[in-house]
């Protein structure tokens, strides 16, 4: 008796964990269902009927509407997507944290999103209480449907020169404080280092280096 | 891959040749949380609890009642092996010693769970990949020596290399977690 509960003991204890993980992962799935129903539901009801028409009626609604920010995971991958409207214009940072990176820019007219960036990268998509649509970058696609950022989540960008080579970053902040950036030195992208988001600052090689939050009026560097 | 043609020759019944067997499964273990954690794109939700501000704060707090066990699992350990000077073990030390160890391990896996499902095999940082390798590394050393334990004849630094790595393991997903989230947002429920 006490010889089989030892030889078992171990295993049971192994079987508990299993039973434990699996029912908590399948809570998990349930609430993140829910959760994709609820942001779904909440994306069709105000982006067809209230911004569609009013923008038909009017051709520039733009100076009203609000700068606003989204970022989030594309659709089945690391990597991260933030796009920036404010009136009219619109400024998006597609990054995996490791050496696709791509900056983006153009307009957000009617909830809809129309951006370009070097080496042929396009966004297309629309906004509302979502940003979502495509992004192409190099020979790849993704699909997003991000929701909006509040600071400090959002997207941030440097640009200087450290000790002569020219730094550019850029920071995805998520809302769970994960940031996922690149810094690409004279060319040369590699993981970001940790910006702090409460002084906006970043050590590059020891060398502190500002970073400003980016909003479509933001034109610096582009 | 090692342990792929590891697993395939025949396990001696005795010996070193006994923990063969539940290395290569620990070290599927460890790939499969990987693949999982790196292919399953994160969803950042999963279930929170009731009386705690955020599911990372529920998260530290296991991990840290882990650790507590985890120090336990050690300290009695060490009493079994006699290597505390002037303790001899009591007769309960044994069963103190697995039911810590399970308490223990069953505080980490709604961590494991939340971590794998929400936010994945991260690599964005030093911090955030060594805290996913050794997650990895943590299951895989914990199913090997959960697998090794009915054995007999295993040669006697099997179990405290093995319970080592695991407290190892363990202290050092803690500090690249919840220590890193107490310097980072303060100690908060």
Known sequence: ?222 | MASQTDARAKPASTGAGALIVPAAIGAAVALTLGVYGRVHSPTGIAVSVAGFSSPQTVKVWLATAAIFFALLQISSALVMYGKVPGVTAPRWIGTFHRWSGRTAFLLTVPVLVHCLYAFGFATYSTRTLAHSLLGCVFFGVFTAKMLSLPKRGLPGWALPLLGGLVFAALVGLWLTSAFWFFTTSGVKL
């Open chain 1, 1 to 222: 008796m006490e010889k089989s509960v030892r030889h078992k003991g171990p295993l049971f204890t192994l079987l508990a964990g299993v039973v434990l993980g699996a029912v908590l992962l399948s809570l998990a799935m349930t609430a993140a269902a829910r959760d994709t129903a609820k942001r779904n539901a909440a994306v069709a009801a105000p982006a067809s009927p209230s911004v569609s028409p009013p923008a038909s009626a009017a051709p520039s609604p733009l100076a009203a509407a609000p700068a606003v920010t989204y970022a989030g995971r594309v659709t089945g991958s690391h990597a991260t997507v933030a796009i920036a409207v404010h009136g009219g214009h619109a400024i998006a940072y597609l990054c995996d944290g490791k050496r696709i990176e791509a900056w983006l820019k153009g307009t957000a007219v009617a909830g809809k999103l129309a951006l370009t960036g070097a080496g042929a990268a396009r966004l297309t998509g629309t906004y509302g209480h979502l940003a979502t649509g495509a992004v192409q970058a190099g020979s790849r696609r993704w699909t997003f449907a991000v929701a909006v950022a509040t600071a400090p989540s959002g997207l941030y960008r440097a640009a200087t020169k450290v000790r002569n080579a020219k730094i550019v970053a850029g920071w995805i902040v998520l809302a769970d404080g994960t940031q996922v950036g690149i810094l690409t030195t004279d060319g040369r992208p590699a993981t970001a280092p940790r910006l702090d988001t409460g002084s906006r600052t970043a050590s590059v090689n020891g060398t502190p280096v500002t970073a400003e939050a980016v909003d479509a009026a933001s034109t610096s560097g582009f």
